[in-house]
């Protein structure tokens, strides 16, 4: 096993992220939040592959309505997002070939297999939520939001009652 480098200061990075979103407020007059960015690009798929469908959708409409669902600050932050995750890893040292974080017993399929399902469950979630854990927790919760204080405690509780089913994964 190799030794891995440490990941930044939990937190330095806690108050650059709150300086981020302070930064986001006051230039763009938003919070942050991503999953609106995943939303606005599978509608913009959806439009360039069945046009009429996706306009005639109640839901999908309103993205494709107002021109190209792409352009959007969303998409320019989550390009941001990822720049600045490398920015990160970069000035942490930890930059370097991709390679899976899994536990022993996990197989790559089974990591990546469960990283997709995670990922579709939390997009999905967020839509029902009206938006992802980083619009709820930072930006919610930055605005003093009791639905997002709620939505968060929900998260946390929901993470400590699954944890013990998948723990065992990562030992």
Known sequence: MTQERPFWNPYIAGIVLGLVLLLTFLTMGFGLGSSSA?????YAGAHAVAPAPTEH??????????????????????????LGGLLGAFSAGRLRRPHLLKGPRATNLQR????????????????????????????????????????????????YLVAPFVRRQWR
Not at 38 to 42: D, G, N, P, Y
Not at 127 to 152: D, E, F, K
């Open 57 to 82: 959708n109640g839901y999908m409409a309103t993205y494709v309505a107002e021109g190209n669902p792409l352009e959007d600050w969303m998409i320019f932050e989550v390009i941001g997002v990822f």
């Open 112 to 159: 990546v297999v469960l990283a997709i399902l995670g990922g579709i469950l939390m997009g999905f979630a967020a839509r029902l939520a009206r938006g992802c854990t980083s619009g709820q927790a930072l930006t919610g919760g930055a605005m003093l939001s009791v639905g997002s204080w709620i939505y968060m405690m929900a998260v946390f509780a929901g993470g």
């Open 38 to 42: 995943a939303t606005r690009l599978a």
